[in-house]
């Protein structure tokens, strides 16, 4: 490893002492370490373990999107329950969607629509949780934090916070989002977050040529370490001592600039307006360069997808740049021939009411929620599972967000029989009892 100047890295990082070793080691604010990753896959390696270079991109429909209107329109139900958008035929004989996802439904081969997801938690912090962790956690509706680790930050925990040749790291987040986190897989496998201090310091503020100029190095990351201890995470980042080195010098910093990218690229990916587009490019350009699991966000409005009044202007809104923006992303990446790499997962915590309400909207329904698949080297070009003929719940086996959990494991590569040591010590499986990939998929 180099140190700031480009030489090699010593014990005593040529005069700069341990203590100011480890400030440099906590500039990742949620606890990237090359030196833990490192140890993670030698130990990897001596289990014969292999590392997949497969990655998930997240795409979070926050509010809770209607299941009706986007994957599963139900024309032939009475009108109060059917798609109030109509629907739209795909390129796969027999399967419509949502009518204002017409793109999508030009590239429906390459995605798999789930109508049978369901998991019965109808609150916004509960189901979250639920199809983010495969547990359910019905206090969260109460405000009582997470129980479980995300998929990404099991992601990070399995294979090391950051790439070994890129230093790009395992977990990113571009948007936050609730039991996105480690919880007692520990604060250094949380995502980084794109929007925080840490993404802002990967540059410093010092220009490239100066980078040997430790001192200022320095005062900018004891500024870091005070925010980190305020936050509680110092904890989690000082095992990671060196990270620093590896993520500002390494191609990670490269991989977060969208500058790089052709500008015709990235006019077509927000040629609809909105920031979901540069969102998907960099989530493409992370997992090119190593990260293992991007989430995201996409709220069309400060209620996001919560469509309890007037659901047919909203959805005229939100839906055409997530369908423009999605169909942006699976041609870029099969241009670049990473469709069986990256796996595209869109879904929210619920899905919504099946009948339409007195204010021409739909509420919180969990019995049946939303979620279709893109890639990751899966079964394409299907609809999975069947919901009564009202979409009020699923008519053939459900599938749980344990399955999704499951099938995330098979495309990352992650041992289902993985266990890891909770924080009293207790040894526990990351996968619930009795999940299952989606069969129709793998």
């Known amino acids: 490893m180099l140190n700031l100047s480009g030489k090699p890295l010593t014990g005593t990082c040529e005069g700069t002492n341990r203590r100011e070793f480890l400030k440099v080691g906590s500039l990742g604010m949620t606890g990237f370490g090359l030196s833990g990753l490192l140890r993670q896959r030698a130990a990897a390696a001596a289990e014969g373990q292999s590392v997949k270079d497969t990655s998930v991109v997240w795409i979070w429909l926050g509010g809770g999107a209607t299941h009706i209107e986007t994957f ?131 540059n410093l503020s010092v220009d490239m040529t ?113 369908d423009h923006a999605v169909s942006a992303f699976l041609d870029d990446l099969a241009d670049r021939g990473l469709s069986e790499k990256i796996l595209l997962v869109i879904t929210g915590e619920f899905g919504r009411t099946p009948r339409v309400n007195g204010v021409a909207g739909r509420d919180h329904w969990g019995p049946l929620c939303t979620l279709a698949l893109a890639g990751g080297g899966l079964k394409m070009g299907q609809v999975i599972g ?16 344990k399955n999704l959990m499951a099938t995330i494991f098979h495309v990352l590569g992650i041992d289902p029989h993985t266990q890891m040591m909770d924080q009293s010590g207790r040894p526990q499986y990351l996968l619930p009892d009795a999940a299952a990939p989606i069969r129709e998929l793998v």
């Not at 040749?165 to 949380?190: E, I």
């Not at 500024?223 to 500002?248: H, M, P, T, V, Y």
Request: charged letters at 25%.
């Open 386 to 401: 069947e919901s009564s003929s009202k979409a009020e719940v699923p008519k053939s086996t459900p599938i749980e967000p």
């Open 72 to 202: 599963d329109p139900k024309m032939e139900a009475p009108s109060e329950f059917r798609s109030t958008v109509g629907s739209v035929a795909t390129n796969v004989p027999g399967v419509e969607i949502g009518g204002l996802l017409p793109k999508m439904a030009a590239r429906a081969d390459r995605m798999a629509f789930v109508r049978s997801f369901a998991h019965g938690n109808s609150g916004h912090g509960g189901g979250t949780h639920y199809v983010m962790t495969g547990t359910n956690h019905p206090a969260a509706d109460a405000g009582v934090g997470p129980i479980k680790p995300s998929f990404g930050a099991i992601t990070s925990r399995v294979r090391g916070t950051n790439h070994p040749v890129t230093g790009v790291p395992s977990f990113v987040r571009l948007a936050g989002l609730y039991a996105d986190g480690p919880n007692w897989l520990g604060a250094a496998y949380g995502p980084f977050d794109v929007g925080g201090e840490a993404r802002n310091n990967m």
């Open 210 to 322: 100066r980078l040997g100029d430790r001192r200022s190095l320095l005062s900018k990351v004891d500024r870091l370490d005070r925010q980190s201890d305020r936050n509680g995470q110092l904890e989690g980042l000082d095992k990671f001592e060196g990270q620093a080195f590896k993520l500002i010098l390494s191609r990670a910093k490269e991989a977060f600039d969208l500058t790089r990218e052709d500008p015709r690229l990235r006019d077509k990916f927000n040629a609809a307006g909105t920031g979901l587009g540069d969102q998907l490019l960099l989530a493409r350009r992370l997992c090119e360069a190593g990260c293992g699991f991007v989430t995201l966000n996409y709220a069309n409005s400060y209620q996001g997808w919560d469509m309890h009044e007037k659901i047919e202007p909203q959805l005229k809104t939100a839906c055409p740049p997530l």
